[in-house]
């Protein structure tokens, strides 16, 4: 396993549409490798999520996990989940503001929109289709990963940038604040 080198903000490859991985591909070692690769990398940076593209990989694929992560001391835990391919549809009309943060926008927070529920059609890591509703957190951290899979990044979705922070202030300023500003 490796630690994998994360895009930042302005690197092209992160404003680029990742490709489907061919059915044939699921099994793969080079496949295998990398998902163990980017759960490697999420892991070791604290991340909620990574998707291929953030480390320079143009597939369709992305890695969730939230294990009582210090970046996000209030958010409910998430069980390691593989998306290969995966299809996102909101299941609400309703959004719902919440902070994000990415690991290739080191250091910096800001409130985003996101659907509150969403229909996740994937495959797992061994090729099995799977077909899920996810709510709330889970549905943010799902939604903020396809769309590095789509080239768009969290402040893309922004209402206000007024909310853009740096950790440091936002520990000091915005920890515990629930709505935005605006
Ligand atoms: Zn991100």
């Known amino acids: 396993m490796a630690i994998l080198k994360v895009a930042r903000l302005g690197h092209p490859v992160l404003r680029t549409v990742a490709a489907p991985v061919p059915p044939a591909e699921f099994r793969a070692a080079e496949t295998q490798r990398l998902i163990d690769d980017m759960i490697e990398t999420m892991r070791e940076y604290s991340g909620a999520g990574l998707a291929a593209t953030q480390v320079h990989t143009l597939k369709q694929i992305a890695v ?22 995966p299809t996102v549809s909101p299941l609400t009309e309703a959004m719902e503001e919440g902070w994000e943060g990415c690991l290739s926008i080191p250091d910096m927070r800001g409130m985003v929109p996101r659907y509150t529920a969403v229909r996740l059609q994937a495959y797992d890591r061994h090729g099995e289709p799977m077909d899920l509703v996810a709510k709330d957190f889970f549905a943010r951290v799902i939604q903020h990963e396809a769309d590095h899979l789509n080239g768009i990044v969290y402040v893309d979705r922004m209402k206000n940038l007024a909310t853009l922070t740096h950790l440091t202030e936002w520990s000091k300023y915005w920890l515990g604040v629930e709505e935005p500003a605006d």
Do not use: D
Request: aromatic share 4%; glycine share 0%; no cysteine.
């Open 64 to 85: 969730i996990e939230v294990v009582a992560n210090p970046r996000y001391p209030e958010a409910p835990e998430i069980p390691l989940t593989v998306l290969i391919n």
